[in-house]
């Protein structure tokens, strides 16, 4: 199945956006093991190991912070379709296109003479919210991308031993090994997002982000234990706005971006409030 990627809408650079900064650990990170690593619940952020390197999958950090976004944008709006709220991406139900509507979606573009991949680009844009606009869907590319986060570093897995209880005879089942990146290690983040026209689209992303950047995303397995606490430092936003033309040049001749500092930063926030209605506070 096709989701809609650079086809048709976003097939022209009109804006790249740059985020870099530190991811650090503030308690020791749970390194998965198997599956459990490849398949993280939304709020899970596993370390995984590349011959013998631990990392953080770009992928993981993504949906951290998609469930971040999709959270705010819930208290803002309710509906989520045709670019506002935010739908359920755990459940066909509740996606803001379910696969039924696709299905009739599919089934209708059959019947038409030409233009059908246009046409049908629309409609999956059209209907969908504002979250999966930005961070994609099974029928919509995402336009941001999260490089898999390597540490700075030399880093050295420690092995913590844990117990597993069987709790019908409320005894020591088994004990097994696991690793952990210790507190204090830092990963290089570094997310790229093609063509976030808007600076209500832009400040989405930047308000998942800042969340994370509090430290206010519990994430990892093992939470109760009291791992996987993160915050994110150096955090740097910087830009090309290609429709610019003496911008797109300075980026093309010198590799110039320009810096979104904290006045922009708010101002895309105040364009996505401004959106949402207002009420919800500047
Ligand atoms: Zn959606």
Same mark, same amino acid.
């Given at each position: ?14 804006? #790249?956006?740059?985020v870099?900064g530190e991811l650090v650990?503030d ?7 198997? +599956?459990?690593? &490849?398949?993280?619940?939304?709020s899970?952020l596993?370390?995984?190991? +590349?011959?013998?390197?631990? =990392?953080i999958?770009?992928?993981?950090l993504r949906g951290v912070v998609r469930s971040q976004v %999709?959270?705010l ?26 696969? @039924? ?6 089934? @209708? $573009? ?13 409609? $999956? ?18 336009? /941001? #991308?999260f490089?898999?986060l ?9 092995? #913590?031993?844990? /117990? ?7 005894? $020591? @089942?088994?004990? =097994? ?12 983040l570094?997310i790229?997002?093609?063509? &976030?026209? +808007?600076?209500? %689209?832009?400040?989405?992303l930047w308000l998942g982000l800042q969340e994370l950047a509090e430290g206010g995303v519990p994430v990892?397995?093992? @939470? ?5 606490r993160v915050h994110l430092e150096?955090l740097?936003?910087? =830009? ?10 300075? =980026? ?9 500092? +904290? %006045?922009?930063?708010? %101002? ?15």
């Amino acid at each position: 199945m096709r989701a809609f990627a650079a086809a048709g809408f976003w097939d022209t650079f009109r804006h #790249r956006l740059v985020v870099t900064g530190e991811l650090v650990c503030d308690t020791a990170l749970r390194v998965g093991a198997g +599956t459990e690593a &490849l398949l993280p619940s939304a709020s899970d952020l596993p370390v995984v190991t +590349t011959g013998g390197r631990p =990392y953080i999958p770009g992928s993981s950090l993504r949906g951290v912070v998609r469930s971040q976004v %999709e959270r705010l944008v819930r208290t803002l709006e309710r509906e989520p379709r045709n670019g506002r709220g935010a739908c359920d991406p755990l459940e066909d139900t509740g996606w803001c296109i379910p696969r @039924k509507e696709m299905q009739d979606l599919r089934r @209708k $573009v059959r019947e038409r003479d030409e233009g059908r991949d246009d046409w049908l680009a629309q409609q $999956v844009w059209e209907r969908s919210c504002r979250v999966c606009r930005i961070f994609g869907s099974p029928w919509l590319a995402s336009r /941001v #991308r999260f490089s898999d986060l390597f540490p700075l570093g030399e880093t050295h897995p420690e092995v #913590r031993d844990g /117990v597993a209880i069987d709790r019908e005879r409320e005894a $020591v @089942k088994n004990k =097994y090994d696991f690793e952990v990146v210790p507190a204090g290690t830092r990963f290089a983040l570094e997310i790229m997002a093609e063509n &976030l026209g +808007t600076p209500a %689209e832009r400040s989405l992303l930047w308000l998942g982000l800042q969340e994370l950047a509090e430290g206010g995303v519990p994430v990892g397995g093992f @939470k109760g234990r009291g791992l996987g606490r993160v915050h994110l430092e150096h955090l740097r936003v910087r =830009y090309v706005d290609a429709t610019d033309r003496e911008a797109l040049q300075a =980026y093309l001749v010198r590799r110039d971006w320009r810096e979104a500092g +904290t %006045e922009e930063r708010q %101002e895309w926030l105040n364009a996505f409030f401004a959106e949402c209605g207002g009420e919800a506070g500047a």
